[in-house]
């Protein structure tokens, strides 16, 4: 998922987070679940299926930003 971080006066940071869905879903509660947003080259976003290191599916997502 792309998104802006508007947090910082004057500034707007690029962010990209990794994230599982269902399909054909809402995108809230229990369909969704979104891993750290990122907003540096070469750091990662780990999103778990489920929320949860136990589910052992995961998705991780490395930007370059530029």
Do not use: H, L, R
């Not at 910082?8 to 054909?24: E, L, N």
């Not at 879903?25 to 979104?34: E, I, L, R, S, W």
């Amino acid at each position: 998922m792309f998104n802006y971080n508007t947090a910082i006066a004057d500034k707007v940071i690029p962010q990209v987070t990794a994230c599982w869905w269902k399909t054909d879903a809402p995108k809230a509660g229990k369909n969704v679940y979104y891993g750290n947003a990122v907003d540096q080259s070469g750091e990662s976003s780990v999103c778990w299926y489920g929320g949860s290191s136990q589910s052992d599916s995961k998705i991780t997502v490395t930007p370059t930003f530029g």
